[in-house]
C-alpha cells in the first residue's frame, strides 16, 4: 500500500511538473489599465482581465479580481524611465534590397575671412555603393536613438499632427520591454532581461527629421509613440509577423525575423553604454515603405500574439 502511494505521488508530480512546463512554454498576455481609481497590472485572459497585486517587475501574485477587457481603460504598458529606438534595422527600410544603391554627397564650405572679408569655397564629394544584400556600415551594429517618455500614447489615443509639422509618418514597429536592469549584458544573456514585447509606432515628421539637428520633436512630440495595449511573454520574439493598416488596408507587412539585429543583439548592445531600467522601451525598427497619416486616419499595428494597437489621428 505505502509502495502504491508513492508511485501515485510521482505519477502525479511528473504531471504537474510536465504540465507546468507546458504553461511556462505558452503565450502570456498582461496589461495596464484603469478601472474607476484603481490603476494595476493583469493577465489577460480572453476577455477577462485577472489583476494583479505587488509589482509586475518585481514580485507579484494573481489575485481573485477580475475585471471585464471592455470595461477598463488600457494604458501604456509599462512606465519607462527611457524610451529608445532603432533606426535602420530593417534592409527593407534603407532602400530597395535587390538594386544597387550609389549615394553622391556634396558638401560645399563657404568661409569668409573677418578681417579681410575674403570668401573662399571648398567642395567635397563622397560616394557610397551599397549591392544586393551589403548593410551600410554605420547600421552594422545597433543605431539606437532616444524618444521622450513623454510622447507615448495608449491604445485608443489620438495621434496629434503638431502644427507646423508637415509630412508626418506612421512606422509600425516591436517594441521590447526590459524586465529587470541590464548593463553590460552579454548576448547570450540577453533575453534573461525581456519581459516581453508590445507593439509601437513610431511617428515621425520627415521634414523636422531632415532639418534638424536632433530628432527630439520629429519623432518624440507628445503622441508620437503609441504604444500598448499588451505585453506578450513565452514567444519567439525574432519570427513575429507584423503588419500595420491604415483606413483598413495594409501598408507594411513583415516579420522580426527580417531585422538585422536581432533582440538579443540590440539588449545586449545599449546595455555597454545606457544601463536598462525595468518598464524601459525599446521601439525596434520598422520595415520597407512608410507614407503619410492625415487627420481622420485610424492606424491600426498588429503584432502576432501580441494584439491590436489603434489610434486615430487629429490636428491640433
Known amino acids: ?42 493577465i489577460v485572459e480572453g476577455d477577462t482581465i485577472h489583476e494583479l497585486s505587488g509589482d509586475l517587475f518585481g514580485e507579484w501574485q494573481k489575485t481573485d479580481r477580475t475585471h471585464a477587457l471592455g470595461d477598463v481603460e488600457l494604458l501604456v504598458p509599462s512606465q519607462p524611465t527611457q524610451v529608445l529606438a532603432l533606426a535602420g534595422n530593417y534592409e527593407s527600410h534603407l532602400g530597395d534590397e535587390d538594386a544597387v544603391t550609389t549615394t553622391v554627397t556634396t558638401v560645399v564650405t563657404v568661409k569668409t575671412d573677418r578681417k579681410t572679408g575674403e570668401t573662399t569655397t571648398t567642395t567635397k564629394t563622397t560616394e557610397e555603393t551599397r549591392r544586393s544584400g551589403e548593410i551600410p556600415e554605420k547600421f552594422q551594429i545597433p543605431q539606437p536613438f532616444f524618444k521622450s517618455p513623454s510622447c507615448l500614447l495608449p ?17 509600425a ?15 547570450e544573456d540577453a533575453l534573461d532581461y525581456v519581459l516581453g514585447v508590445t507593439i509601437g509606432n513610431d511617428v515621425s515628421a520627415r ?29 519567439d520574439y525574432d519570427d513575429l509577423l507584423l503588419q500595420l493598416r491604415l483606413n483598413g488596408e495594409t501598408m507594411q507587412k513583415e516579420r522580426t525575423s527580417r531585422m538585422i539585429h536581432d533582440v538579443a543583439s540590440m539588449v545586449s548592445g545599449i546595455s ?19 507614407s503619410e497619416i492625415k487627420p481622420g486616419d485610424v492606424v491600426e499595428v498588429e503584432l502576432e500574439h501580441a494584439g491590436i494597437l489603434r ?6
Open 1 to 42: 500500500m505505502f509502495r502504491i502511494n508513492i508511485s501515485a505521488l510521482l505519477i502525479a508530480l511528473t504531471i504537474s511538473l510536465v504540465s507546468s512546463t507546458l504553461r511556462a512554454a505558452d503565450p502570456v498576455l498582461y496589461c495596464r489599465f484603469q478601472a474607476g481609481d484603481v490603476v494595476a497590472y493583469g
Open 155 to 171: 491604445h485608443g489615443g489620438d495621434i496629434v499632427i503638431p502644427e507646423g509639422s508637415e509630412v508626418v509618418h506612421y512606422e
Open 173 to 187: 514597429e516591436m517594441v521590447v520591454v526590459i524586465g529587470k536592469e541590464a548593463k553590460n549584458v552579454d548576448r
Open 207 to 235: 521634414v523636422w527629421q531632415k532639418a534638424d539637428v536632433q530628432w527630439w520633436r520629429a519623432k518624440g512630440s507628445d503622441t508620437f509613440g503609441p504604444c500598448g495595449p499588451f505585453i506578450v511573454a513565452g514567444v
Open 272 to 290: 555597454r553604454e545606457v544601463t536598462l531600467k525595468p518598464g524601459d522601451l525599446i521601439f525596434t525598427g520598422t520595415s520597407g515603405e512608410t
Open 311 to 316: 489610434n486615430g489621428v487629429v490636428a491640433e
